[in-house]
C-alpha cells in the first residue's frame, strides 16, 4: 500500500532551535508538495519540487526556512531559528507530473505537528 | 489564491445523499475541478477530479453544470465516516502547473 511518509509525527522544541521534518514521497512520484496548515491560515502551499528541482517555493518565508531534495526518496524542510509562530501541520504530498502537469492524485502524507514554545 | 466558493458547513443525515456545491465562476476552458477531503487530523485525500463531463467514481460523483461555473460533489450514502472538510480546487494544468491552492473548504456533519 503505497503512502507518503512524513517524520517525525509530532514535535515539540523551544524558540530559536532547529527543526528538521522529512518526507519519503511514494515511489516513482516525481512532484513533491510542502503544506502548512494552522487554524487561522488553512492550508497553504510553501513550496514544491519536481524531478527534485525546487520550481516555486514563493510562500515560504525565506529568511528561516528551506526545503530541499537531497534524493528521489526525501523532501526536507528545515526551520531555523524556529519561532512559536511556526507552529502548526506540516504536510508533504506527492504526484507524478506529466507533461501538463499532475492530472489525477495528490498523495498527502499524515502530517508533522510542530509546536515551538 | 482559490478561485472558488463553498459553503462554510454542511449538515446531513446518516444513509442520505450528501450534495456539497461549489461555485467557480471565473473558471477558464482549461480549468480542471477537483475535490478533496480532509479528515479530522488527517492529510487531504483526493476524491474526484472533472473537465466538463460528470464523473463517478466508488466514493463519490461530480457534477459540472453546462456553463462550468459551478459544480457539485455528491457522496449518495453518507456514512459517519464521511464528516470532514471538503475541498473544491480549480487548476490549470497548462499554467498553473503543479498548484494546488486549497479555499476554506465546507465542514460537512453527518449526523445518525
Known amino acids: 500500500d503505497a503512502r507518503v511518509t512524513q517524520t517525525p509525527r509530532h514535535k515539540v522544541t523551544e524558540m530559536g532551535q532547529e527543526v528538521t521534518m522529512r518526507c519519503q514521497p511514494i515511489l516513482g512520484h516525481n512532484t513533491v508538495f510542502w503544506y502548512r496548515q494552522t487554524m487561522m491560515q488553512g492550508l497553504e502551499l510553501l513550496a514544491y519540487f519536481r524531478n527534485r528541482a525546487p520550481l516555486d517555493d514563493s510562500g515560504m518565508p525565506k529568511d528561516r526556512f528551506s526545503a530541499e531534495m537531497p534524493d528521489a526518496t526525501l523532501a526536507t524542510l528545515k526551520i531555523q531559528p524556529s519561532e512559536p509562530r511556526d507552529s502548526a501541520v506540516y504536510f508533504c504530498?506527492?504526484?507524478?507530473?506529466?507533461?501538463?502537469?499532475?492530472?489525477?492524485?495528490?498523495?498527502f502524507g499524515e502530517g508533522s505537528r510542530l509546536t515551538v514554545l | 489564491d482559490a478561485k472558488t466558493t463553498q459553503p462554510t458547513s454542511m449538515d446531513c443525515a446518516e444513509g442520505r445523499a450528501a450534495n456539497l456545491p461549489c461555485n467557480h465562476s471565473t473558471i477558464s476552458g482549461n480549468e480542471y475541478v477537483y475535490w478533496y477531503r480532509q479528515i479530522h487530523s488527517q492529510g487531504p485525500q483526493y476524491i474526484i477530479h472533472g473537465l466538463k463531463n460528470n464523473e463517478t467514481n466508488e466514493m463519490a460523483s461530480l457534477i459540472i453544470t453546462e456553463d462550468r461555473k459551478s459544480s457539485t460533489l455528491i457522496l449518495p450514502h453518507a456514512t459517519l465516516r464521511d464528516t470532514a472538510v471538503y475541498y473544491c480546487i480549480v487548476r490549470d494544468l497548462a499554467h498553473n502547473f503543479n498548484k494546488f491552492y486549497f479555499g476554506s473548504g465546507t465542514k460537512l456533519n453527518v449526523k445518525p
Open positions: 504530498a506527492s504526484g507524478l507530473t506529466g507533461g501538463g502537469g499532475i492530472t489525477g492524485e495528490l498523495f
